[in-house]
């Protein structure tokens, strides 16, 4: 019986395991991507300017708005205005509550909380880009405790 060269086995074990990974997951979320803040914190004049990539095939998309804030933070909830142009040009307002009535944090996390919420579903073409403007509309002019805000597109299934 000829002997196994152990190595050469293993390299094909590998080799196999990574290419049926890549045959198999179809990559549904095209971007994902989150601005850091100044530890200053926010001002309310400062719009953050999210530029997607053209997506890579024809299909229904989410589009998810995302904010990650310490315990300091001050408020119960958070407001922001979200400008997008895409096929077309529209503006939502989204409401992240940072707390529960009874004084629980939401969101995951435990130094930081990070919330995320969708903003809209779209149909796009392949090769469209959609470009997203966020900024905050609280009274207070600096919003302190928000450490970054992203943006993410996920493909539906």
Same mark, same amino acid.
């Not at 914190?41 to 995302?66: C, E, I, K």
């Given at each position: %019986?000829?002997?196994?060269? /152990?190595?050469?086995?293993?390299?094909?074990?590998?080799?196999?395991? /990574?290419? %049926?990974?890549?045959?198999?997951?179809?990559?549904?979320?095209?971007?994902?991507?989150?601005?850091?803040?100044?530890? *200053?914190?926010?001002?309310?004049? *400062?719009?953050?300017?999210?530029?997607?990539?053209?997506?890579?095939?024809?299909? %229904?998309?989410?589009?998810?708005?995302?904010?990650?804030?310490?315990?300091?933070?001050?408020?119960?909830?958070?407001?922001?205005?979200?400008?997008?142009?895409?096929?077309?040009?529209?503006? *939502?307002?989204?409401?992240?509550?940072?707390?529960?009535?009874?004084?629980?944090?939401?969101g995951h996390g435990i130094?930081?909380? #990070?919330?995320? #919420?969708?903003?809209f579903r779209i149909a796009?073409?392949?090769?469209?880009?959609?470009?997203?403007?966020?900024?905050?509309? %609280?009274?207070?002019?600096?919003?302190?405790?928000?450490?970054?805000?992203?943006?993410?597109?996920?493909?539906?299934?």
């Open positions: %019986m000829k002997p196994v060269n /152990v190595f050469r086995l293993q390299r094909f074990t590998l080799f196999v395991a /990574v290419s %049926m990974m890549f045959i198999a997951c179809e990559r549904t979320t095209p971007y994902h991507h989150y601005e850091p803040l100044s530890p *200053d914190g926010w001002a309310r004049t *400062d719009t953050l300017h999210f530029q997607l990539p053209p997506v890579p095939s024809q299909g %229904m998309y989410t589009l998810y708005v995302g904010f990650r804030w310490s315990p300091q933070y001050p408020y119960e909830g958070f407001w922001l205005v979200a400008d997008t142009q895409s096929p077309f040009f529209r503006t *939502d307002t989204l409401y992240f509550p940072t707390a529960q009535p009874s004084g629980q944090s939401t130094r930081i909380r #990070q919330s995320e #919420q969708p903003l796009l073409q392949q090769g469209q880009a959609i470009s997203v403007n966020l900024r905050h509309i %609280m009274h207070r002019e600096v919003l302190p405790a928000i450490s970054d805000v992203g943006v993410r597109m996920e493909k539906v299934r």
